[in-house]
């Protein structure tokens, strides 16, 4: 079993930034891929930004360029950095991991991003 906890969730104007940070823990796991997704309220939840253990990223157009994903395996930890954040970013962020081997995926509780002036 692994266990998820974001951090760095807040409010900021439009134009701010926000660093997202995820640890993941738990006994002998290791991950595959790890990411964000983030749902707003009343809409479906939706890949932000993904990497692989071997540092490959996905990343969807509506943030690229403000947004960068990076990991640090030897933490388990994934931070998704977030700048020129717009209001229409305002969601629920969550973090995301796969378990090499059997695959299974793991879900965080969420950290709240709120960008309004």
């Known amino acids: 079993q692994v266990q998820l906890v974001e951090s760095g969730g807040g409010s900021v104007q439009p134009g701010g930034s926000l660093t997202l940070s995820c640890v993941a823990s738990?006994?002998?796991?290791?991950?595959?891929?790890m990411g964000w997704f983030r749902q707003a309220p009343g809409k479906q939840r939706n890949l932000v930004a993904v990497?692989?253990?071997?540092?490959?990223?996905t990343i969807i157009d509506s943030v690229k360029g403000r947004f960068t994903i990076s990991r640090d395996s030897a933490k388990n930890t994934v931070y998704l950095q977030m700048n020129s954040l717009k209001p229409e970013d305002t969601a629920i962020y969550l973090c995301?991991?796969?378990?090499?081997?059997?695959?299974?995926?793991?879900w965080g509780q969420g950290t709240q991003v709120t960008v309004s002036s």
């Open positions: 995301y991991a796969v378990a090499a081997g059997q695959g299974s995926a793991y």
């Open positions: 738990g006994s002998n796991f290791r991950l595959n891929a």
């Open positions: 990497i692989n253990s071997a540092g490959t990223k």
